[in-house]
């Protein structure tokens, strides 16, 4: 009688491995569909341009005119205003989601890597609402 539960046991657990190797591999079948975000020989000319649009988010773009969104775990401090950056590639010389930004001595790891479309519009592209108060206040009187 006890032999039956240990072959109980055996099968279930052998069931639940089963099913957990299928879903796994289910997994990969889906992140194989999506392309990796990479930029090849970025270390060898491979970038064109980069703007930082706050303190975690940078976008770059490749030599052929692609840009790319990278975000840094937690936040990178000086990256929206320096002049220069590095970037810490993989030894093959390829920006991805394993990389990293260099900022003041300061190393910046990805979270994200993703392609884009470009980087957003500048906030000058905005009409100043302190002008749209100011207009509004003068047709009032008159």
Known sequence: MGTAIGFGRFFSVLACGVLLLANTAHSDEDAADTPRAVIK?????????????DRKTLYVEGRHGDWFKATV??????LRFTD??????????DLDVFSAVLVNGR????????????????NSDKPDSDAQE??????SKE
């Open 73 to 78: 775990f937690g936040t990178c401090p000086g």
């Open 41 to 53: 020989f970025a270390d060898h000319g491979g970038i064109n341009d980069w703007r930082a649009t």
């Open 107 to 122: 190393r910046c790891a990805f979270r994200t890597f993703e392609a884009v479309d470009g980087p957003p519009k500048k």
């Open 134 to 139: 100011s207009d509004e206040q003068h047709s």
């Open 84 to 93: 220069t950056i590095g970037f810490e590639t993989e030894s093959n010389g």
